[in-house]
């Protein structure tokens, strides 16, 4: 993402045919469609700022089925900052007098995706206007180029065949139709250079293989990668690069500055595979997978970073409703936990198959559908609604429930069923009121009453020594949010 | 849009519950607070009387800490009080009512020893934010 800008080169005119024709508007080039970009660059990376000053800025908009263009942006910190997160990938552009600029040839592409396009744009700070439109006003038909992948459709390797082809394909560059399996948690680190690093692995899988790692190591992929639903969401990748993993024995694909993924593309060959997830889901093939992965994918070690209630709030404030969960640690009370009073609050049935909670009055699964109308085909697990209490306030409304409730109550949704009242009642108070460890995810939304959506993913009395010092200490390892 | 709501949602739940842990004195002191914010606390203490049996199920006793000295209340309504052994340290969580001198609990156990050691650290976190709460409190 770091070519050069020095010696302007002249504004050329509109790219012939490449782009839309822009409309000359009081001497200006304005590129006058909504445009959607499909991917984008981080902010900022290793090689994104030359000496100490100057920042860069990339991604790649499409405003039609064929055409699509590369968009770089260099500029003091500040400018780069708040043009990057004016938009997301899918967000509507409108570019007001870019540079447009030749591309020059394989060095271009080696770092950026490979457009049809002869030309890249250029914005700079002075010149060009970049601006956002919300989904509303966001014309139809680019709407659905978000579902239209860049390459041709049926140019993709299946699981299986990069499995079967193994290590003669390390290294390769190619495009992938998958489903997603499991999105595991972002994880953090500093780099032996003190940067500040994360990955987030995806497990995929289609008709040929089950369980396929693709790794994301920068955060707007990450963030992408969030977005999706295990065994709903498909995806097209396009110019990921495949490794053989010498460690793991496997194959693995990793986003690089040249993908582009377009989620549940509406393609012939992605339709195969939302009939062949669905049918899985039915079969309840997935489920002992899924149950694995689960709980592979979070592992509570890797979560480190500890909050007070009122630090997650302001956190959550700062975010500006960014999607990605938080994940931490809280040392606080269950101040709200109500088991012993109307069993049904807090017992919920879900689907066998999929372990989705199903609807209470049909008594059937939203994702399965139809097959699960039986009530043979569900089972009872907690579904608890507590509040966290610290000593700078409440968080309301956090879920506990399936595995982890049982894990927090010592005792199985079928036996507590069993209990009689007053030893459902002694059975809240070991935790309620108690000085607890708590680690939670939280996911905004503006949907949820409280503003938050958290969940709880353990809980256990803590260790008041352990408690104590990391309150005092405040050693919040605190590292990319 | 979506955001503003959202964070509209947070602030109107910025007085939130606050589970305070403290001594009694402090407790007294961050009492007069309640009437800004909901606070709910944790003493640690010594049984320092018998416990006995008062109207409506409840359950009177003494809880000191250096010369402070603090009549408690529990009221046995979905379970009874453990039995308590005098001298030794209990966890008493409730609130204090200022104007009956009573400290009404809702939770009651002895006190475990890393607790016992540990607690004055937790009234000094506490401290630390309530000051500051309440220092935000007044400028606004």
Redesign the interface.
Known sequence: MAQGVGGHTEAVGPAQGQVRTPDKKNGLFQFNTGLCCPFRSAPKSCSSYIGSERYTFSFTIRDSPTYFINVNSWGREEYIRSLSESFRVGDCVTIENPLVQSKEGEKEEKFNPVTPSCYKLLISENHSVVKTSSCYEMDTKLLSLLHLPVKDPQDYYSLGDITANGQSLDGRILNVLAAVMSVGEPKYFITSDKRKGQRCEVKLYDETEMSFPIICWDNESIQLAQSWIPRETVIFASDVRVNFDKFRNCMTATVISKTIITTNPETAEANVLFSFIRESAQSGALHDKMEEQSKESINLETIVDVYTVKQLKEKALQSDGKPEPVFGIIYGYISMLDIDDNVSKVIRNRCSVCRFVVNEMSNTCTFCGDISSDSKSTFVSFDILVDLTDHTGTLYSCYLSDCIAEETLGCTVQEFLTLPEDKRTALKWQLLLERSKIYFKITLSSNWRTGLKANILSCKLANPIEASQSLLGKRLHHVAW | Q??S???????E??N??????AVIESMKHWSQYTYKTPL?F?VLGTLDSAVTSGAYGAKNFLLRDGKESLPCVFYEI??ELPRLIRGRVLRC?GNYDTKRNIFKC??VRPA?I??Q???Q??V???DV??TAYVKTMNEI
């Not at chain 2, 709501?5 to 602030?11: G, P, R, T």
Request: charged letters at 35%; a positive charge.
């Open positions: 979506d955001i709501l959202f964070q509209l949602k947070l602030k739940k910025r939130s519950l606050r589970i305070i842990s709910l944790e979905d379970r969580m809702v939770s475990t890393p607790e050691n540990t607690f650290e937790f000094k976190i506490a934010e309530m």
